[in-house]
């Protein structure tokens, strides 16, 4: 079964806007944490921001947020205020206590461009 | 402080050759982990070393091998190139192990094609 799930293949989003990407999880471990990573054309995985499944509140870094509904399994990315340099793809990832080691597990990536 | 470094960046090999990717983790990380990347099966985790011991592998074949060096920095190698190889091969390190709140820091990736 897909353990990570983001459904939308690509979005088109006007500069200075908000955009909201979706992701849903699925795990039976109590113990994980969820990420974001930003990968643009060069290739390079850029971490974004980090969602513990104890944490009582949503995480904030900047222009990125996360929108996380535990009983709903999501863990949706907001990114306020869109910029040009905002353009790429966007993984959303766990990994679980369980298991072993540091094993990330991705989801398949939303692409989003962003339109002056 | 300098990010996870891997070389080449890009590498044009033919079938049946075999290849050596580096990565250097950043300095203080011990523990390393190889993905493959492709466009029809996304990111994919090779497996991971720890203290130059490989502590997790993923659903590869034995052509994909790896290890890890006494100063963190790790190879992995592909003997008998497939087409299916071409891929984005990113290397990605951390601090330690099990800590399942860490994030992990990403290379800029070794873009294989195979001919």
């Known amino acids: 079964a897909q353990k990570i799930t983001q459904t939308q293949p690509g979005m088109f989003v006007q500069e200075k806007e908000a955009v909201t990407l979706d992701c849903t999880y699925d795990t039976s471990d109590p113990s994980y944490g969820l990420f974001w990573y930003k990968q643009p054309s060069s290739g390079e995985m850029i971490f974004l921001i980090y969602?513990?499944?104890?944490?009582?509140q949503n995480a904030t870094e900047g222009r990125y947020s996360l929108n996380f509904q535990k009983a709903r399994k999501s863990a949706n990315l907001v990114i306020s205020a869109s910029q040009l340099g905002d353009s790429a793809m966007y993984f959303c990832a766990m990994r679980e206590k369980k298991a072993a080691g540091n094993k990330l597990t991705f989801g398949g990536g939303t692409r989003v461009l962003v339109k002056p | 402080k300098a990010g996870v470094t891997q070389t080449p960046r890009y590498l044009i090999k033919t079938r049946g050759q075999q290849v050596t990717l580096s990565c250097s983790p950043i300095?203080?990380?011990?523990?390393v982990s190889w993905y493959q990347q492709t466009p029809g099966q996304g990111l994919q985790f090779l497996f991971e070393?720890?203290?130059?011991?490989?502590?997790n592998k993923g659903n590869f074949p034995g052509r994909f091998s790896g290890r890890q060096f006494s100063n963190s920095r790790s190879e992995m190698n592909v003997s008998t190139l497939e087409l299916g190889d071409s891929a984005l091969y990113l290397c990605a390190s951390s601090r330690g192990e099990g800590a399942y709140n860490s994030p992990l820091h990403f290379g800029n990736g070794t873009r294989l094609t195979v001919t």
């Open positions: 300095s203080g990380h011990r523990s």
């Open positions: 969602q513990g499944s104890y944490d009582q």
């Open positions: 070393y720890f203290s130059e011991t490989q502590r």
